[in-house]
C-alpha cells in the first residue's frame, strides 16, 4: 500500500467526497475515525518534549471565569508545570511529527490534502475543565481525541471580534449552536474562521493536525524577497535621470523615480519560471525551530526515505527540497517525484551518477535516512 493511500481517517466518506463536499466549507465530525486509538505518546514524554528548547510549546490556563486567562512560553521543565489534580490548564506542543515517527505517520494519513497545505500536528494536553477558551483558526484542522474525553462547542457566527483584554485570542461574544462530546477515536474537522471551543472532560490528550494557508501580503513579500536574490530574476539596470530638471521643490520625489519603481516591481512579476521557483521554495522552507543533524552516507546506498522533517515538493520542472531547488527531468525526475510523493526511494542501482550524488549529499546533510 502506498503512503499516500493509507486507511482512511474519514469513515464512511471517501476522500473524494470530503474535499467536495466539506474542505474549506462545513464542519464534520466522524466517530471512530481511528478505531481502537491509543495515544501515540506518554503524558511523561510529551512533558519531556515541551522542556526541549527546539520544540515550540505554550502553557495556557485559566477558565475565564473564576480563574483569568494566563499564557506562557516554552520550554518548561517538568516540574514546573502545574500539578496533574489542578484543573483548568493545558500543554501546547508544536510540531511533534517532527520529532516522533508516530506522528509522521499520523500526518501522512491526510495525504489526500496536497503536501503544500500542511503545517503540523500539534498535543494538547489538559487537566480537568482545561482548554484555550472560544477562539477561531485561520486555517483548516482536524481535532484527533487520542486520550480521555473533550466536550467541544461550534458556531457559524460571523461575528469574530476578539477580547483586548486577555492574552490569548478569544472571542469576545461567543454564541455555539452545537455541542458534542469526542471520546478517544473520534475526530471533528473544522474549516477556517469557524468559531469553536474545546474543554477537557477529566484528563486528556488532544491532537490537531493543521493546514496552513498564506496570507497573500505575507506571500507576496516573501516571494519578492526570495525573487531578488536571484541571479536572473532581473537586469541589473540602475536609474539614471539625465534629463532631470533643476529641483525647485527638493523634497519631492520624481515622477520619473516612481514610475521607475514601479517597472522594477512589474519586472519581477514577468519573470513566470523565477516566481514558480520562488514558491517553490517558500513552501519547502523549514520553520525557525527545525535543524537538521549531519550524518554519514553509506558506501552502498540501497533505499531512502525523507526526514520526517523534511518538506519535499515538485512541479513540471523543479523539485523543491527544504527551502532549496534543482532543475530536472527524464528518468532523474520521475525518481525524485516518486520520492517526494512515497516519502521514500528505492533502487537506487539504477539512478544516474548525478542523482546519486544529489542523494547522497541530501543524505549527509540530514535531509533523507539511509538504509
Request: hydrophobic share 40%; charged share 20%; proline share 7%.
Amino acid at each position: 500500500m502506498k503512503k499516500h493511500e493509507l486507511p482512511s481517517v474519514l469513515g464512511s466518506i471517501s476522500p473524494q467526497e470530503f474535499m467536495r463536499d466539506y474542505w474549506q466549507k462545513k464542519p464534520l465530525l466522524i466517530r471512530q475515525a481511528i478505531p481502537g486509538m491509543q495515544a501515540l505518546l506518554s503524558r511523561k514524554d510529551l512533558f519531556a518534549m515541551a522542556s526541549n528548547p527546539d520544540v515550540e510549546s505554550r502553557l495556557v490556563s485559566g477558565n475565564g471565569d473564576s480563574q483569568p486567562w494566563r499564557m506562557q512560553h516554552g520550554p518548561f521543565k517538568p516540574r514546573a508545570l502545574p500539578p496533574l489534580s489542578r484543573p483548568h490548564w493545558t500543554l501546547l506542543v508544536q510540531g511533534v511529527d517532527l520529532h516522533v515517527e508516530a506522528f509522521a505517520q499520523l500526518r501522512d494519513r491526510f495525504r489526500f490534502i496536497p503536501d503544500a497545505r500542511l503545517d503540523d500536528v500539534m498535543v494538547s494536553y489538559a487537566s480537568d475543565g482545561g482548554g484555550v477558551g472560544p477562539h477561531f483558526d485561520s486555517y483548516d484542522v482536524f481535532l484527533l481525541q487520542a486520550h480521555g474525553q473533550r466536550r467541544w462547542r461550534i458556531s457559524a457566527q460571523k461575528n469574530l471580534q476578539l477580547r483586548d483584554d486577555v492574552p490569548l485570542k478569544i472571542l469576545s461574544q461567543f454564541k455555539p449552536s452545537k455541542t458534542m462530546l469526542l471520546e478517544p477515536g473520534d475526530m471533528l474537522y473544522l474549516p477556517p474562521h469557524y468559531a469553536h471551543e474545546g474543554v477537557a472532560v477529566g484528563e486528556c490528550m488532544t491532537y490537531s493536525i493543521g493546514f496552513r494557508a498564506p496570507e497573500m501580503r505575507e506571500l507576496a513579500a516573501e516571494l519578492l524577497s526570495r525573487m531578488t536574490d536571484m541571479d536572473n530574476a532581473m537586469a541589473p539596470v540602475r536609474y539614471r535621470d539625465a534629463g532631470q530638471a533643476m529641483a525647485v521643490k527638493p523634497a519631492q520625489i520624481p515622477a520619473t523615480l516612481q514610475a521607475f519603481a514601479m517597472q522594477s516591481v512589474q519586472s519581477l512579476l514577468t519573470q513566470s519560471r523565477q516566481l514558480q521557483v520562488a514558491l517553490g521554495e517558500v513552501l519547502t522552507e523549514p520553520k525557525a525551530e527545525v535543524w537538521f543533524a549531519t550524518q554519514n552516507c553509506p558506501r552502498n546506498l540501497q533505499s531512502v526515505r525523507l526526514n520526517a522533517k523534511t518538506r519535499m515538493l515538485y512541479d513540471d520542472q523543479y523539485v523543491f527540497i527544504n527551502g532549496e531547488s534543482w532543475r530536472c527531468q527524464g528518468a532523474d525526475a520521475r525518481s525524485l517525484k516518486l520520492l517526494a510523493n512515497e516519502r521514500s526511494l528505492s533502487g537506487l542501482d539504477s539512478l544516474s551518477p548525478q542523482l546519486g550524488a544529489l542523494l547522497r549529499d541530501w543524505v549527509q546533510a540530514g535531509w533523507l535516512h539511509s538504509s
